[in-house]
């Protein structure tokens, strides 16, 4: 199983639906040393404001969400409903455990 830490959209029921055909259960945790910032995608129906998380320069910024377990299939899954505008890494979080979460693509 893989762990998938998330702050935005994924933690959306119907997203999960979307996604995996299964509404997922997770646990609260964060990660920090990140801080949310907002990104404009290019949609089906035009430009769209959604935020992602970037490096801080500050180590107490904190980002909360959900951390939950997938396999790796469904990882892949969530690689293809994300926008190039992210890229999936590893990081550490508050509870100590690793997930992979997805930051800003540059």
Do not use: C
């Not at 959209?9 to 999960?16: A, M």
């Not at 920090?32 to 320069?57: H, N, R, T």
């Amino acid at each position: 199983m893989e762990l998938l830490f998330s702050y935005g959209t994924l933690r959306s029921k119907q997203i999960q639906m979307q996604i995996f055909n299964k509404v997922l259960v997770g646990t609260q945790d964060q990660i920090l040393g990140y801080k949310l910032k907002s990104l404009q995608i290019e949609e089906e129906f035009g430009m769209a404001d959604y935020v992602v998380a970037v490096p801080s320069e500050n180590l107490e910024d904190i980002i909360h969400g959900a951390v939950f377990e997938v396999s790796h299939s469904e990882l892949l899954k969530v690689d293809q409903f994300e926008s190039n505008s992210y890229k999936r890494v590893q990081v550490k979080l508050k509870s100590g455990r690793t997930a992979w979460i997805y930051t800003e693509n540059k």
